[in-house]
């Protein structure tokens, strides 16, 4: 039951983090990278879950990512609806295998999956279009556009731990609640 | 690993094989319908995102007037900051009366439309509108202002749609020259630059054509395309060769980052 109502926050969560998305602004420094919140929150989400309700999310983080990006030209599919699914179920695997690490107390894993997964996530995104496209395209623009995101977030990772903790705190045996040594 | 575990990972991974095999046409329903789920979240960060944007306006024009008036009372404040916002309305009269007097003229039948959302996306660049099949919106309309062309939508939903922007790679519109006889196809690129307007650019122009900066682009209005002809896209801003064809970098006639309210081209009147 606990499991069940932690999944739904993190759906919730999930959900959330896409409509904020939605409203944050390209950064024009950063050669017009955006900060990508949902692979961050999954990857926390997907480290202290356990696997059948990680898998859950991965099912519904990548299907709502796909109907959010859905672009379709001329009868054609981008990016198909599944792709992101599969995605974000080898993540998850990768993150939750730190599950063990997060009950023993140390959350800091999840930075460096969080990074590799938002740019991992912009990569795949980008290397799809250019093989539906027919031709890729290098530029400055396009590394600074997968790196950014993935960076910024690791500066996030310790914010959103900080922030879930007291709430996880006030369920009694909360999943998402760590350990005190 | 547990078999449960196993069951549940095959599951998910059918769903995916499943959900990839769909057609374009039933995927573009399920995310017209995801749309329309989405629209009331969207409004309401839109409202927000306003709100939020005229406080941070009227802020600035309070701090600006502070630094020029120290000696200004509070009344004085007062009636400078109505001053403003009486300003802002005016302004806000004009680009509306403007839209409308195009509408009248126009040749086509025109719907008018406001943006509820801006691109969020990393490689896209598209905008959802409040207009959908309900008001008589379908699938690859052109999408325009009273300066310029937009877009076209893609998906359609109850009381919303997507714009595919001129500025995306995938929008490819056939195109002429002012005062030549080139013609070519308009589209924009994958990767933008940031902090301006977007660049488009219009290829297979012959090589050795005569195009300057400065000349503008319409829409060449080919038979079952998408555009009537004779809209306005942009003005070329730098001509080249390449082996095979003339390349053309054409600045869009519509900043759609300042963009909020737009018109449907629904047919001709």
Redesign the interface.
Same mark, same amino acid.
């Given at each position: 039951m606990r499991t069940a109502i932690g999944m739904l926050a993190t759906c919730l969560g999930v959900f959330i983090a896409f +409509?904020l %998305? %939605?409203? +944050?602004p390209?950064v *024009?420094v950063l *050669?017009?990278?955006?900060i @990508?919140l949902v692979p961050m929150i999954f990857c926390y989400a997907a480290m202290v879950l356990p696997? !059948?309700a990680m898998?859950?999310l991965? &099912?519904f983080t990548?299907?709502v990512s796909? /109907? &959010?990006? +859905? *672009?379709?030209?001329?009868?054609?599919? #981008?990016i $198909?609806?599944?792709?992101s699914?599969?995605f974000f @179920?080898i993540t998850g695997s990768i993150s939750n295998g730190f599950r063990p690490s997060y009950l023993k107390g140390h959350w800091w894993p999840v930075i460096p999956v969080a990074i590799l997964t938002t740019s991992a996530y /912009?990569l795949m %995104? &980008?290397v799809m279009?250019?093989v539906r496209?027919e031709g890729f395209?290098f #530029?400055m $623009? @396009?590394l600074w556009?997968v790196l950014a !995101?993935g960076l910024l977030v690791g500066l996030f990772v310790p914010l959103v731990h900080a922030v879930v903790q007291p709430f996880a705190s006030l369920i009694p045996q909360s999943p998402w609640r760590q350990p005190e040594y | 690993m547990k078999k449960i575990n196993i069951a549940l990972l095959l599951a998910v991974l059918a769903l995916a094989v499943y959900f990839s095999a769909q057609s374009a046409s039933d995927t573009q329903s399920l995310q017209a319908k995801f749309l329309s789920f989405l629209a009331p979240f969207l409004r309401t960060g839109t409202a927000v995102q306003e709100q939020l944007g005229s406080m941070g306006k009227g802020l600035k024009t309070l701090d600006e007037v502070e630094a020029d008036n120290r000696r200004l009372n509070e009344v004085n404040r007062e009636l400078l900051t109505t001053n403003n916002l009486l300003r802002e309305i005016e302004a806000e009269n004009n680009r509306l009366r403007l839209a409308l007097e195009y509408r009248a003229r126009s040749v086509f039948r025109l719907l008018p439309a406001r943006v509820i959302a801006r691109d969020a996306s990393t490689w896209w660049n598209t905008i959802k509108i409040n207009r959908g099949f309900e008001d008589g919106i379908e699938t690859d309309q052109p999408v325009l202002t009273e300066v310029g062309l937009i877009g076209k939508t893609t998906t359609v939903a109850k009381n919303e749609c997507l714009v595919v922007l001129i500025t995306d790679e995938t929008c490819r519109v056939a195109a002429k020259i002012e005062g030549s006889k080139e013609q070519g196809i308009v589209s924009g690129m994958r990767i933008q630059e940031t902090g301006t307007n977007g660049t488009l650019q219009m290829n297979f122009l012959s090589k050795n054509a005569t195009i300057e900066p400065g000349q503008k682009v319409y829409t060449a209005g080919i038979s079952n395309g998408v555009f009537p002809s004779g809209i306005l896209i942009g003005t070329v801003r730098e001509f080249r060769t390449r082996p095979l064809d003339g390349q053309a970098l054409v600045d869009p006639a519509v900043d759609i980052s300042q963009t909020s309210d737009v018109f449907v081209v629904v047919g001709a009147k």
């Open positions: +409509l %998305q %939605q409203g +944050l390209a *024009h *050669h017009g990278a955006r @990508v696997f !059948p898998l859950g991965a &099912f990548g299907f796909d /109907l &959010f990006y +859905l *672009h379709i030209m001329e009868g054609r599919v #981008e $198909a609806i599944g792709c699914i599969v @179920v /912009l %995104q &980008f279009i250019s496209r395209v #530029e $623009a @396009v556009r !995101p | -």
